[in-house]
Nanobody, 118 residues
Framework: QVQLVESGGGLVQAGGSLRLSCAASGSIFSFNAMGWYRQAPGNQRELVAS???????NYADSVKGRFTISRDNAKNTVYLQMNSLKPEDSAVYYC????????????WGQGTQVTVSS
C-alpha cells in the first residue's frame, strides 16, 4: 500500500515562500512520475508541477519561474519550493505519483492547505 504524506503548507503573505514536502512510504524511484496538483474552492484540480524518474520537469504556466519541483531519491521525498507566492496560489496542494504499466496506478496524498494573504 503506497502512502504519500504531504507537509509544509500554511499561511504566508503575498511575496513569501513555502516549501512543500511529499514523503512516500516506499522508494520513489519505483514511480515513473511524481507531481503536485492543487485545487481551490469551486475549481478543478490542476497540475502545478511534475518530475519524471529521469528528472524531467514540467510546470503550469502560472507558476513557471516561481516554483521548483525536485526529488531526493535517498529520502523518498519530492519537494515543491514556492517563491513569490500570490493570493491566487491559495489552494489545497496534493502530491501525486504514477506507476506506468499495463495498468497505470495513480496515488494521491491527503493534501496540505496553502493560504496566501494579500
Amino acid at each position: 500500500q503506497v502512502q504519500l504524506v504531504e507537509s509544509g503548507g500554511g499561511l504566508v503573505q503575498a511575496g513569501g515562500s513555502l516549501r512543500l514536502s511529499c514523503a512516500a512510504s516506499g522508494s520513489i524511484f519505483s514511480f515513473n512520475a511524481m507531481g503536485w496538483y492543487r485545487q481551490a474552492p469551486g475549481n478543478q484540480r490542476e497540475l502545478v508541477a511534475s518530475i519524471t524518474r529521469g528528472g524531467v520537469t514540467n510546470y503550469a504556466d502560472s507558476v513557471k519561474g516561481r516554483f521548483t519541483i525536485s526529488r531526493d531519491n535517498a529520502k523518498n521525498t519530492v519537494y515543491l519550493q514556492m517563491n513569490s507566492l500570490k493570493p491566487e496560489d491559495s489552494a489545497v496542494y496534493y502530491c501525486n505519483a504514477e506507476r506506468f504499466g499495463i495498468i497505470t496506478h495513480t496515488y494521491w496524498g491527503q493534501g496540505t492547505q496553502v493560504t496566501v494573504s494579500s
